[in-house]
């Protein structure tokens, strides 16, 4: 049987994989551990999200690197700040303690935070390609001295526009020893990378291994960004007997999202990191006697959760990793019992959808978002249902019968029926009387918002509104220091942009129409060393493309 310790790690590492309970290699370490702890051979590995490759590259790097001089000498590139919080974490994990310094380099937080974490040296940098650039621009981040570079999820960076940033990072690591790619694909872009920027890689693939359980029915529900919690709230009023799990990636969404809904009266509540032992305790126990309907959790808090009889998970959002889908979703159709995974899709995140699809070979079926009509039909015939089986036999209610017909005498059956009706379903005819329709229609145009014509033009996506701004390359932006710089200006998420179309002197911005006004008013007016910003509707007021 292949082990760790056959295929050349220290001891060391050893003693912390045992300690986190790693005992086989998987087949994507079996295969490149070797390779990489050779130091100076390019590598590619293709393999599905969910096969281990952390700890195919994270352990040689762990060996590789002289822990006795703290420069950077290692940096890992990947897509998103999820994935480069959870690749940091790992890291973490692997190495002996206190022996090797991993800093963690991400949009969306304190780049100040971030420049004093590099000021007092590190070993191994996890970067994303905007931020990264970001310090390099302002020269708080030094490549020189970096050995190995790692693309992590290559495809997924291309999908995203990062190509021309993944280039101007590698040019930046001109000394380095190896460049190590893993990518799920190998599409003709990365094929122009590796033939680009790498001496004949070494060259690996191996199979997936997500699976998802045949008794579960996968859905999604299309709606825009800004209508998220409102399709929950929908969810969960459509679905009056539900008994599940809602899965968020951040514990301040947990927590955001549960004490709105307990606002609003919702049996619920949150299992998060920031819990003590006894309040986890006490909120498992509450959710397995069923005194709550719903809990809200991370993924990181939702490990080692095993209850019975869950008849839904929803995914607030959906995760990065595909193998924390599996896990998610396997939550619910367990000992034989049929369960449903929901999961509420932005345009943007349709192509991620696909990718899911496809890597646990499960078809997600398309639902419309109820109408107000529709969740109030359902609620109400629920109720008739839970009132005609109600149990009547366990108290001495026929002692009330006669007050009941005298006070009810010469009221007719229909009345008293619509008078209990209204009772129970005030609060909802109120709510939904007027409801919106939040489904996103264009399903076409949604696919398109993540497609990259890698120069060939610009996909317009008719469900978003397209701003003009005054800004462009000329400026010293590349795509990913622009996106985080117009997000940093405007306080808004990714997930409302569709396409950035950068030119020299001016970009095009796509962007959910809710969205729209709230950037302009952040931007338009400012400055940007010395220049004045201007952005409008390019639709009424947008200068001629170039």
């Not at 459509?238 to 969404?253: H, L, M, S, W």
């Not at 595909?322 to 998610?328: A, F, G, L, Q």
């Not at 996103?440 to 033009?457: I, L, P, S």
């Amino acid at each position: 049987m292949t082990t760790f310790e056959s295929l050349g790690i220290e001891e060391g590492l050893l003693q912390s994989l045992e300690t986190i309970g790693f005992v086989t290699p998987t087949p994507i370490q079996e295969k490149a551990i070797p390779v990489l702890l050779e130091g100076t051979k390019d590598f590619v590995g293709l393999a599905q999200t969910g096969t281990g490759k952390t700890a195919a590259f994270g352990l040689p790097l762990l060996q590789l690197i002289d822990k006795t001089q703290r420069t950077a000498q290692a940096l890992v590139i990947c897509p998103t700040r999820e994935l480069c919080l959870q690749i940091t974490t790992d890291l973490e994990k692997f190495s002996p303690k206190n022996k090797v310094a991993i800093t963690a380099v991400y949009g969306g937080t304190s780049i100040s935070q971030q420049v004093r974490d590099l000021r007092r040296g590190t070993h191994i940098v996890v970067a994303t390609p905007g931020r990264l650039i970001d310090l390099i621009e302002r020269k708080a981040i030094n490549l020189e001295n970096i050995n190995y570079v790692v693309l992590d999820e290559a495809d997924e960076m291309l999908n995203m526009g990062f190509k021309d940033d993944i280039e101007f990072i590698l040019k930046e690591t001109i000394n380095r020893h190896s460049m190590w790619l893993f990518s799920a694909t190998m599409p003709p872009e990365i094929r122009q990378v590796s033939k680009r920027f790498m001496n004949t890689p070494a060259e690996i693939s191996v199979g997936k291994v997500n699976s998802t359980n045949v008794n579960i029915d996968h859905q999604y529900f299309l709606t825009q960004h800004i209508n998220r919690y409102e399709t929950l709230k929908r969810i969960i009023d459509f679905n009056p007997g539900i008994y599940g799990i809602i899965f968020t990636r951040t514990k301040a969404d947990a927590q955001h999202i549960t004490e709105q809904l307990i606002r609003e009266g919702y049996d619920i509540d949150a299992l998060h990191g920031d819990l003590t032992q006894a309040q986890r305790d006490k909120v498992m126990g509450r959710f397995r006697e069923k005194s709550l309907q719903l809990l809200i959790a991370t993924d990181v808090a939702a490990r080692g959760i095993d209850v019975q009889g869950i008849t839904h998970v929803i995914n607030y959002e959906l995760p990065d990793d595909t193998e924390v889908y599996t896990h998610r979703s396997g939550r619910t159709g367990r000992a034989g019992r049929s369960g449903v995974s929901l999961s509420i899709v932005t345009p943007k995140e349709v192509y991620r959808l696909r990718q899911i699809e496809k890597l646990v070979n499960t078809k997600f079926h398309k639902m419309d978002i109820p109408s107000g009509k529709d969740v109030c039909r359902k609620q109400f015939f629920h109720f008739i249902d839970k009132m005609l089986n109600t149990d009547i036999s366990h108290g001495e209610y026929e002692t009330y019968l006669p007050v009941l017909k005298e006070k009810f005498e010469g009221v007719e059956k229909e009345e008293i029926l619509q008078r209990v009706a209204a009772l129970e379903f005030d609060r909802f005819l109120r709510y939904y009387e007027n409801a919106a329709d939040l489904n996103q229609r264009q399903d076409k145009d949604a696919r398109g918002a993540r497609e990259r014509q890698g120069g060939k033009g610009f996909s317009r996506n008719s469900s978003y509104q397209r701003l003009f701004v005054n800004l462009g390359t000329k400026d010293g932006f590349y795509k990913a220091s622009f996106l985080q710089f117009i997000l940093d200006m405007s306080g808004l998420n990714k997930d409302i942009l569709g396409n950035i179309d950068m030119k020299e002197m001016n970009s095009w911005i796509e962007i959910e129409p809710a969205a729209g006004k709230k950037m302009i008013k952040a931007m338009d007016g400012k400055n940007y060393r010395g220049r004045k910003i201007r952005m409008n509707d390019a639709a009424t007021g947008g200068g001629r493309r170039r």
